[in-house]
Nanobody
Framework: QVQLVESGGGLVQAGGSLRLSCAAS????????MGWFRQAPGKEREFVAT????????YYADSVKGRFTISRDNAKNTVYLQMNSLKPEDTAVYFC?????????????????WGQGTQVTVSS
C-alpha cells in the first residue's frame, strides 16, 4: 500500500516562502506522476502543480505559476513544492497525490493515492 506523508506547512507572512515535502513509501515512486493540490475552507480541492515520472515535465495552475516550483528526488522517494511570494489567498491545506500510471494530469479524480495534508497559512 502506497503511503504519502506531507510536511513543511506552517504560518508565514505574505511575501514569505515555504517548502513542502511529500515522502512516499510502499510503492515504486519513480513510476508515479505526482501532484500537489490544495483546499481552502468552504472551497473545492484545486490543482496546484504536477510533475512527470522523471521530473522533466511540470505544469502549474495559473494562480501559482512563477511563484511555486514542483520538483522530485526519485532516490529519496520525495516530491517537493517550493512556494515563494506567498499570498493570503494561498492559505489552504496542501495535499500531495500519486498517479500510478505516470500520467500527469490536473484532474484530482485521476490520482490514486493521497497524503493527509499539511496546513499552510499566510498572514497579511
Amino acid at each position: 500500500q502506497v503511503q504519502l506523508v506531507e510536511s513543511g506547512g506552517g504560518l508565514v507572512q505574505a511575501g514569505g516562502s515555504l517548502r513542502l515535502s511529500c515522502a512516499a513509501s510502499g510503492g515504486t515512486f519513480s513510476t508515479f506522476a505526482m501532484g500537489w493540490f490544495r483546499q481552502a475552507p468552504g472551497k473545492e480541492r484545486e490543482f496546484v502543480a504536477t510533475i512527470s515520472r522523471s521530473g522533466t515535465r511540470t505544469y502549474y495552475a495559473d494562480s501559482v505559476k512563477g511563484r511555486f516550483t514542483i520538483s522530485r528526488d526519485n532516490a529519496k522517494n520525495t516530491v517537493y513544492l517550493q512556494m515563494n511570494s506567498l499570498k493570503p489567498e494561498d492559505t489552504a491545506v496542501y495535499f500531495c497525490a500519486a498517479e500510478r500510471t505516470g500520467i500527469t494530469t490536473t484532474n484530482p479524480t485521476a490520482y490514486d493515492y493521497w497524503g493527509q495534508g499539511t496546513q499552510v497559512t499566510v498572514s497579511s
